[in-house]
């Protein structure tokens, strides 16, 4: 499976890892191209047609596109491989690093247009390129006489005219990180209305907590921009659930994302593809007179895009007719073009009928099917994932903490087309956190398969989601409860000598089990989570104890507290006060200072003071706080200054300034460069 992210990002081209086969790399183009037929020319057809000498009526545009390689962007593409573990030992012994194509899941193709005259909706043409190989896509338009004449002078000029844009979706492996999606239901349900009227719904679903998603962990080294991308796929995660075009949540939504299993991600290309070559493509552009003969003939180019190379599929053959007039064209590889022409009936117009026959390897069984109807020039047959069941099972919402394993059952018949009831069962562990499951039935895929789920549980505990119908081939595979308590436990200070919290945490999961957990929290991580299941009985009610650890080596351990529903705990002394002090620097002159450090120190009679420092430059915000939460353990100088300031000014001469150690007690710092 590819893994995230691109270990090259090119202008033209991503590289990516597998993250099992060493050898294998995935060369992803970023920007779409215009296809070419195995001859080299462009597959291309622009006509520009009159009905006089004097008139332009208007003009028809036909082109294919795809996502290939150039030869010698390939090329770059391997000696990237090389530089990035391909040219191990294990690696030359496997043949060397090898260019595989991504599971594609879904996607759709876009064309751009240059036609002024025409509709903003009309100059973009959509469809759905293939899954397999180099994704074509084929794109046929009607122009108006002004975009007919400006599409010729631009491509026949050499500059690059025609965009397209790619959104495919694949699956593929984020790095060892944790981000976590939530939406709670009644307080989603409860915004709906006024959420979905504003700008931007989520904004408001995160300021009130009703929804959001945010980042847990991530390498330390991680690509922020990958980041911020899973972040937004987050979001995508939970857009059914939220306003203002999902539909509201029946239960709490609350998933965790790692690193350990595949999801569907999205891979985008788009931007203006080369030109024609007219040394080769001068034959795509055609000038005629609605007299012209071609207007009574029917020409027609037919390619097949089938997976040949999986070894399932042994020929596709296309079932070409016309009126009266069949033809059939065998395919049994990418490369072969088959070229006919028919003299045009009026009565019948320009649409050909075609109906693909799929025969498949080491079997007598064929599938037929749905028929094509079509006037463009150019048919692409995309013969993608036919006569078999693919299931991609994930399971990056499942903490394998709690989880031992998953048995996923599959099951699927379709008696109108001869397949009787198949059943089979896949595991999911740590180990194996994503699965394929493949089966071959010889016929259409067209109805829903059912999946049941079980899930035996770190504590013995075995959950079960019984069989329920899904489509599409890429399942997440939820966490064993719909229900969630989660708590967010945080420390709120470290003073008189404290060095640690060891919180003790219980809690009823609705059948009849208590799950325990202790968390310890310190100066270096004075936050954590504790997520557990509950049955949709479960009222959702725990219960915690702190036992407060100090560096002299006591402890004091306080009673049990109980409460309700997830929520952020607050461990520790709670704050008599906090102290807020804002430094401003409005009035230096970063012309003559290059840079300003401000240190900030709160008083205690004894052990370390709590400091604080803040840097000023050219370019970044002119005032920052500092808050500090004070307990009334007598930490605080009694009638002493609650902070005191000293700062440093580095000039742009090369000299610097420093202001003496001032008490202070007003809750403003303004900065000002010493004589």
């Known amino acids: 499976m590819l893994r995230l992210p691109a270990l090259v990002a090119g202008p033209t081209w991503s590289l990516y890892a597998d993250d099992q086969l060493d050898q294998a790399f995935y060369a992803i183009p970023t920007v779409p191209r215009l296809a070419r037929g195995p001859d080299g020319a462009a597959i291309l057809t622009l006509i520009k047609y009159r009905s006089g000498p004097d008139r332009l009526n208007g003009g028809i545009i036909e082109v294919q596109t795809d996502l290939a390689l150039r030869p010698q962007e390939r090329e770059e593409a391997l000696a990237a491989a090389r530089a990035h573990g391909g040219d191990t030992a294990a690696v030359r012994a496997a043949g060397g690093p090898q260019l595989a194509t991504p599971l594609w899941l879904d996607g759709t193709a876009s064309l751009r247009l240059l036609d002024p005259s025409a509709k903003a909706e009309e100059r973009t043409v959509q469809v759905q390129p293939s899954l397999s190989g180099a994704n074509p896509a084929v794109f046929q338009a009607a122009l108006t006489p002004e975009g007919a004449a400006m599409e010729w002078d631009v491509l026949r000029s050499g500059r690059p005219t025609l965009q ?256 009787g009831l198949v059943e089979d069962t896949l595991r999911l562990d740590a180990s194996r956190p994503a699965q394929r499951y493949e089966r071959m039935v010889y016929a259409p895929v067209n109805r829903p398969y059912d999946l049941r789920l079980e899930y035996d549980l770190a504590d013995g505990q075995i959950v079960v989601r019984d069989w329920s119908p899904h489509t599409g081939r890429a399942v997440l595979v939820p966490a064993p409860f719909d229900r969630w308590l989660a708590l967010r436990l945080r420390a709120t200070g470290w003073s008189g000598g404290i060095s640690a919290f060891q919180v003790d945490l219980e809690a009823e999961d609705g059948t009849g089990r208590t799950n325990r957990n202790t968390v310890r929290l310190t100066p270096e991580t004075d936050t954590a989570d504790w997520r557990t299941g509950l049955a949709p009985t479960a009222p959702g009610r725990f219960r915690h104890r702190v036992t407060t650890l100090y560096a002299d080596g006591h402890s004091t351990v306080d009673p049990w507290t109980d409460g309700e529903g997830s929520q952020s705990l607050d461990v520790g002394p709670a704050p008599s006060r906090v102290l807020d002090v804002t430094v401003v620097a409005d009035l230096v002159d970063f012309t003559v200072v290059k840079l300003v450090k401000t240190t900030l120190r709160h008083p205690v009679p004894t052990g370390e003071q709590p400091t604080h420092d803040m840097v000023f430059a050219a370019g970044r915000a002119t005032s920052e706080t500092w808050r500090l939460p004070l307990s009334d353990d007598g930490s605080a100088a009694a009638g002493g200054p609650d902070y005191t300031v000293t700062s440093t000014f580095y000039l742009q001469d090369g000299e610097h300034r420093t202001t003496p150690e001032t008490p202070g007690t007003d809750p403003i710092v303004v900065l000002r460069l010493p004589a």
């Open 164 to 419: 397209a844009a790619y959104r495919l979706r694949a699956m593929a492996r984020i790095p060892d990180g944790t981000v976590h999606a939530y939406a709670h239901s009644a307080d989603v349900t409860a915004q709906w209305a006024q959420a979905g009227a504003l700008p931007d719904p989520r904004a408001a679903l995160v300021q009130s907590s009703a929804a959001g998603v945010e980042v847990l962990d991530w390498p330390v080294n991680g690509d922020p921009k990958l980041r911020e991308a899973f972040v937004a796929w987050g979001w995508e995660f939970l857009a059914p659930w939220l306003p203002p075009h999902g539909t509201p949540p029946t239960g709490d939504i609350d998933a965790v994302f790692t690193g350990a299993a595949g999801l569907p991600w999205p891979f985008d290309a788009a931007g203006s593809m080369d030109p024609p070559d007219l040394t080769r493509d001068e034959g795509c552009f055609l000038a005629l007179d609605l007299s012209d003969p071609i207007f009574l003939q029917r020409a027609t180019e037919v390619r097949c895009n089938a997976d040949f190379a999986a070894g399932t599929i042994a020929a596709v053959t296309a079932r070409i007719s016309y009126g009266d007039k069949r033809r059939d064209a065998v395919f049994t590889d990418n490369e072969t073009v088959d070229r006919f022409t028919w003299t045009v009936d009026p009565a019948l117009g320009r649409t050909i009928t075609v109906r693909p026959l799929v025969t498949f390897a080491a079997s007598s069984a064929t599938l037929e099917l749905p028929e094509l109807r079509t006037d463009n020039q150019f048919v692409l047959l995309s013969v993608d994932d036919v006569g078999r069941l693919t299931v991609d099972l994930t399971t990056a919402a499942v903490d394998w903490s709690t989880v031992g394993h998953v048995e996923a059952g599959i099951r699927y018949q379709d008696g109108d087309h001869g397949v």
